[in-house]
């Protein structure tokens, strides 16, 4: 059977501490807007924020679970490196200073695939990084954001994966998933899913003398990757299951719907629909700014309220 190719990445969830120094570093620092504020959907104690552009366009969601108890992660194979973001070539020198600025070290004059990238980490520890490109992207930029429009953040360039063993991995990008290669560079191969170019890579490299990884504040969980609606989303799950790799039964997650397996490596892997979309509850205008329970959660709302931390 024939597997549909995924179309690049949709969206991609990680862990952070405080919510409320969550919440003012991806809107505050990085411009980014929320574009959702809901509950961990399997554990509604707990927040979870969705940064995007304007409209929560798939392909620029960095989504957050903020525990305020959970141990920092553990780092190691099995586990995502780094999230890059794509930045108008020409932006980097503004973003140095403004990341300075804001307190955070960075590493700046790095080039990677002849682009240029800084490097720095989130309050929480997750490594980010903004690289320069002159792609055309999917993307609606923001007139309330923080940061200056010829500056906004293009939504993912990239997702690096530390691996233990690349083959497995390899196979399934390239055998199930339609990732092609693109480029090696400095102990790093890129590949390209869908119609190419920023936004549709993924960057695997091995590290078999590090220690297996583990999740905590400051990792990522998961990496959602494009799919255009449920039937190509259970069609590729078919062949996943066939492949032996025990996808999930497709989770309605209101905003998309999603199907959920580990790689061969064990970072955990999710395709999402590109629709409905954050607007199915919300007024675009509004997007973010009442917390929102998914339908089957609304009834318990007083209670879901009373538990989650103070942001205010
Ligand atoms: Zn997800």
Request: proline share 6%; hydrophobic share 40%.
């Amino acid at each position: 059977m024939k597997s549909p190719a995924v179309h690049g990445i949709h969206h991609i969830t990680a862990f952070a501490g405080d919510p409320k120094r969550n919440l003012d570093f991806y809107t505050r620092v990085l411009g980014l807007r929320l574009v959702k504020k809901s509950v961990n959907q399997d554990a509604p104690d707990v927040y979870h924020f969705f940064f995007a552009d304007a409209h929560g366009t798939p392909g620029t969601d960095l989504t957050f679970f903020p525990f305020n108890h959970m141990s920092k992660q553990k780092d190691g194979w099995g586990l995502v490196r780094e999230v890059s973001f794509a930045v108008p070539t020409g932006s980097l020198a503004w973003w140095e200073t403004h990341l300075k600025e804001s307190g955070l070290e960075v590493q700046a004059g790095i080039t990677r695939f002849d682009e240029a990238v800084i490097t720095f980490r989130d309050p929480d520890g997750l490594r980010l990084s903004l690289t320069e490109t002159t792609a055309p992207r999917e993307v609606v930029l923001w007139d309330r954001s923080t940061v200056p429009a010829e500056h906004q953040l293009r939504g993912f360039h990239t997702v690096r994966l530390g691996l233990h063993t690349p083959a497995p991995t390899v196979a399934l990008l390239t055998q199930i998933m339609g990732f092609r290669g693109v480029a090696d560079d400095n102990g790093w191969t890129r590949y390209e899913s869908g119609a190419g170019g920023s936004g549709t890579y993924v960057e695997l490299a091995a590290f078999p003398d590090e220690p297996q990884g583990r999740w905590g504040v400051g990792g990522v969980h998961h990496v959602a990757w494009r799919l255009t609606d449920a039937e190509e989303e259970m069609a590729l799950q078919r062949v996943l299951a066939q492949a032996g790799l025990s996808p999930t039964g497709k989770i309605d997650r209101f905003w998309f719907e999603s199907v959920y397996f580990r790689e061969p490596n064990g970072i955990v892997f999710e395709l999402a629909t590109d629709g409905p979309g954050f607007h199915r509850d919300e007024d675009m205008d509004h997007l973010g700014e009442e917390l929102i329970l998914p339908p089957w959660l609304e009834p318990k709302r007083a209670e879901i309220e009373a538990a989650l931390p103070s942001i205010g």
